[in-house]
């Protein structure tokens, strides 16, 4: 449904407040006015962020979407942007990201730190390095090869750490081994 029409764009969903990085995203963008960037979500500084965004040309901010909704629309992209100055401890949209098969550029904190492996499935990027950022976003957007190599790596790991059948098996592991040691 969405393929054609957002093929070749860049993703942040999420919360839309402080601690996701969104003022940092705004930051970026205002470097990078000619890669396309669609947003999607609802929070505190929405109302902010929509203004902002429709001055940009570049900036497409859907607002608050279903979640079905929204990872068709995130499916049809090249990459997610994960600015989050704060620590996140399992980052759901890092997750789902892979699950798409998006690479993931991240900020280099808390799960991102562990979830990200640095120029195979993703970028990781150091709290507060706005010149890297731009970099890396540059970078995955003229390497279109690179991109899909990276994501298809993000769909691998996602079979390999996060799905159902795997956290399963993680969980009775662990159960056994209590069991053992007890």
């Not at 957002?6 to 990078?32: C, D, H, P, T």
């Amino acid at each position: 449904m969405y393929q054609g029409y957002l093929s070749g764009m860049q993703f942040f969903y999420g919360r839309i407040g402080a601690e996701k990085g969104i003022r940092v995203l705004q930051r970026i963008w205002n470097e990078i006015d000619d890669i396309p960037l669609v947003v999607m979500g609802g929070g505190p500084l929405e109302d902010d962020f929509k203004a902002w965004a429709d001055k940009k040309p570049n900036v497409y901010f859907l607002g608050y979407t279903p979640h079905e909704q929204c990872m068709a629309i995130a499916k049809a992209g090249e990459f997610v942007v994960f600015p989050s100055i704060w620590y996140e401890g399992c980052s759901m949209v890092e997750i789902e990201s892979e699950s798409l098969g998006l690479p993931l550029i991240a900020t280099d904190l808390g799960f991102s730190a562990e979830a990200v492996n640095d120029g195979v499935n993703g970028v990781k990027v150091p709290l507060g390095d706005m010149h890297g950022w731009v970099t890396a976003i540059r970078g995955l957007w003229k390497e279109p090869e690179l991109c899909k190599k990276m994501g298809m790596n993000a769909r691998r790991d996602y079979e390999d750490k996060y799905t159902p059948e795997n956290n399963y098996q993680q969980l009775i592991n662990i159960y056994q081994s209590t069991l053992e040691r007890g």
